[in-house]
Structures are given as structure tokens and as C-alpha cells.
Nanobody, 123 residues
Framework: VQLVESGGDLVQAGESLRLTCVSS????????MGWYRQAPDKERELVAA???????YYANSVKGRFTISRDSYKNTLDLQMTSLKPEDTGMYYC??????????????????WGQGTQVTVSS
């Protein structure tokens, strides 16, 4: 599975961004997909995840501001981000764990990751 992200940008606090991840495989065939972010000097963090049945997960820091969605016709995974804060700054990665793996512990060595898209939020 190849994943390609886009949509990252430099924005001011309070603004919105929409990230898109295009999958080479049908997203209907991928049980779980999500978005991780990596900020400088911080651990990699699972921001949001979506299971094929519709169950979603959001990190506490983004609940109420971010929305994850999937378009099975376009084979895309989106992350709508609103009310952005400087602490949302980081490289955002689209992730699809391999079969049998959990997205909670996904890593680039064992699972499918995109190349990332940079989000920078200025105060």
C-alpha cells in the first residue's frame, strides 16, 4: 500500500486546514487508517483513526477540532482540522497498519506510512 499526503501549509492560529491522503489500494479493503503527527523534540502521536465500521479515535488534544473521514470512491483519507493551535505544528503522516497490527502501535518499519505533510501553525 502506498500512501501520499497533501494539504499541509503554514497557517495562523485559529485557521483551518484539510489534509488528504491518497491510497494506492482501495480504502474499503483497509480496516483501519489514521493520522500520526511528529513535532520537533516530541514523541510521535496518533492524532486520529478511523475503523471501517465507522468507529473513530481522537487524541484528547484534538477532540472537537479535528474530524477524520474516508472516501471509498476516491480512496482517500481526510483530516479536517479547525481552530488550529501552535501546538498542532508537526509533520502529519497517513498510516495504515498491516493486517493483524494495531494502529495504536503503528511504526514505519512494520506498517504503511506516507512521506508526510508539514503543518505549521503560527501564533
Amino acid at each position: 500500500v502506498q500512501l501520499v499526503e497533501s494539504g499541509g501549509d503554514l497557517v495562523q492560529a485559529g485557521e483551518s486546514l484539510r489534509l488528504t491522503c491518497v491510497s494506492s489500494e482501495s480504502t474499503e479493503r483497509i480496516n483501519t487508517m489514521g493520522w500520526y503527527r511528529q513535532a520537533p523534540d516530541k514523541e510521535r502521536e496518533l492524532v486520529a483513526a478511523l475503523v471501517s465500521g465507522g468507529t473513530t479515535y481522537y487524541a484528547n488534544s484534538v477532540k472537537g477540532r479535528f474530524t477524520i473521514s474516508r472516501d471509498s470512491y476516491k480512496n482517500t483519507l481526510d483530516l479536517q482540522m479547525t481552530s488550529l493551535k501552535p501546538e498542532d505544528t508537526g509533520m502529519y503522516y497517513c498510516v495504515a497498519p498491516r493486517s493483524g497490527h494495531s494502529i495504536l502501535w503503528a511504526n514505519p518499519e512494520d506498517d504503511y506510512w506516507g512521506q508526510g505533510t508539514q503543518v505549521t501553525v503560527s501564533s
